[in-house]
């Protein structure tokens, strides 16, 4: 340990410790807060509470608005639309909100997508004192409530956490656009006279009401009538489950055939569990979706969802098909050029999703280089692992296991004491070191006497802050978080990207003169 310490203190900023208690860098507070954003879901996780984790991101949230608002609006439609995070990225808006109006209206609608961003907004405005928000908050948050179709409406038409539809509706007042539109925001009002409006005004609510009519009476074949209504009018699963409440096999196949791709993946299990997946002859309807590259690229599904999926059913069809789901999903991105040598971090503080998204990641980046160099897992100790031959990625990911501490630093010597070349080094991890070496130590050694043009990149899927390559490294790039969108990022690179806060502030926002 003091070695370590004497290393780090030759590099800058050696006073900054890990969650571990053990010496890290600390990086351009950019990158902290990218790392924030693309990472941290407000969940227990394995060195931080919530309630620390909560508190940590809005003082972040608020320096970034004082240091840099316009790079801040940058990084929270990054996060939104490339990272695909939600939660942070919207109370970051709020705390914008109270800094830059101009900004706030120019980002909200790449930020508020769709209804629960609007109620998860309200909150956080309430939390952060902010009450129901300037003149331009409204606004914007009226006109989201003015554009809602009948779709949305019955979706998310529940109470749901904090603000229902029917609450927001009373904070921002909005105004309708049409006739349709007043009929909508009325029957969301509960004020709607069904005798005064047209007979095929909204015939979607309409339906929904049927269904509660129906719910409400007793009679055979109540399954089957319930499935026709649904079928016809295309109607969303989650209202029509909030409102049968326990559904049976043909209430089940009738949304199923609706349902959004993430929404189908996300309820592969209830399907199976329920009998519209058996084990038997499988379901060609299904497959051809999971197996739908271009479809999975427009839904921005990430790998791990299909693998917690995979995880999660037993019907060895259906498993094949979403193994053959993350493999496109991959399949579509960018290539690494160069010889790879991807680490995976497989110490204890790993377990649970940091691992099966962990090993999601390092295979996808070891694949897009072209199986073209080493995948090594590392705890305090380092092995080789074999891909099988046409082994899937998510197949190969669930042969790992973990734990133990942590050493960064192990592959990284055992990579130098064998002579083992690479243009690109890969290490998904969380940072969490608790022993051995520090990795820049290693990563030095091995420049010196291997490669010293080696690139490094630091995959960090953990939000603990800290780092372990100080900033002035120009050969070594971090990212954050769980998104196929780093495999992008590690490619770009080999093409000339400086790194991800850059990246970030190179996004078109359309910036009104």
């Known amino acids: 340990m003091g070695h370590a310490l004497d290393v780090l203190k030759n590099h800058a900023l050696s006073d900054t ?31 931080s509470s919530e309630n620390i984790m909560r508190v940590e991101a809005i003082e972040m949230h608020r320096f970034a608005a004082d240091e840099d608002p316009e790079f801040m609006a940058r990084a929270l439609v990054y996060a939104r639309n490339e990272g695909f995070m939600r939660l942070q990225p919207i109370i970051g808006l709020a705390v914008l909100s109270l800094v830059s109006p101009r900004l706030f209206k120019l980002i909200f609608d790449k930020v508020i997508l769709i209804i629960p961003d609007l109620a998860e907004f309200t909150l956080a405005l309430e939390s952060l004192g902010r009450g129901q928000g300037g003149r331009a908050v409204k606004s914007a948050a009226a006109k989201k409530l003015s554009s809602i179709d009948e779709y949305a409406a019955i979706k998310y038409a529940g109470d749901g956490r904090g603000y229902s539809l029917r609450d927001l509706l009373r904070v921002y007042h909005p105004k309708p656009r049409d006739e349709k ?26 339906a929904i009401e049927a269904l509660k009519k129906l719910h409400s009476q007793d009679f055979p074949n109540k399954s089957a009538a319930a499935a026709a209504i649904i079928s016809e009018h295309r109607l969303p699963h989650n209202a029509v489950t909030g409102i049968l409440g326990k559904i049976d096999s043909t209430v089940w196949a009738a949304l199923m055939e609706d349902m959004p791709l993430f929404a189908l993946v996300r309820h592969l299990s209830t399907l199976e569990r329920n009998g519209v997946i058996a084990s038997g002859e499988p379901d060609e309807r299904i497959i051809k979706r999971l197996t739908d590259g271009p479809a999975i690229r427009r839904a921005k599904i990430l790998p791990f969802r299909f693998s917690q999926a995979w995880q999660q059913v037993e019907t060895a069809w259906l498993r094949k098909a979403l193994e053959e789901a993350v493999d496109l999903s991959v399949d579509c991105l960018p290539d690494i050029k160069g010889r790879t040598a991807v680490l995976l971090d497989v110490s204890g503080s790993m377990d649970g999703r940091f691992l099966m998204a962990g090993g999601v990641l390092a295979l996808s980046a070891y694949r897009k280089s072209g199986n073209d160099g080493n995948l090594f897992l590392f705890n305090t100790g380092v092995e080789h692992f074999e891909i099988r031959e046409g082994e899937s990625i998510v197949s ?12 960064t630093g192990v592959a990284l010597r055992h990579m130098t004491n064998e002579n083992i070349f690479a243009d690109n080094i890969v290490i998904v991890t969380d940072e969490q070191q608790n022993t051995g070496s520090p990795f820049y130590q290693g990563l030095r050694r091995y420049r010196k006497k291997v490669n010293e043009e080696a690139r490094a990149f630091v995959v960090d899927v953990a939000p603990y802050g ?33 790194d991800l806060a850059a990246q970030v502030s190179a996004i078109d926002l359309c910036w009104e003169q």
Not at 17 to 33: I, L, Q
Not at 182 to 190: F, Q, T
Not at 472 to 498: H, L, M, P, V
């Open 17 to 47: 410790h890990n969650a571990e208690g053990y010496p890290c860098f600390r990086r351009d507070w950019k990158e902290e807060y990218l790392q924030m954003l693309l990472t941290n879901t407000i969940s227990q996780i394995f060195y």
């Open 181 to 206: 539109s007043a009929d909508l925001l009325k029957y969301i009002s509960g004020k709607i006279d069904w005798d005064q409006t047209a007979p095929d005004a909204l015939p979607q609510v309409r």
């Open 466 to 498: 800290g780092a372990m390559v100080p900033t002035e490294d120009d050969r070594t790039f971090y990212c954050f978080g769980w998104s196929d969108n780093i495999i992008s990022f590690i490619a770009q690179n080999t093409e000339g990207y400086k």
């Open 396 to 407: 190969a990911a669930s042969r790992i296991e973990c734990g133990g501490g942590t050493d």
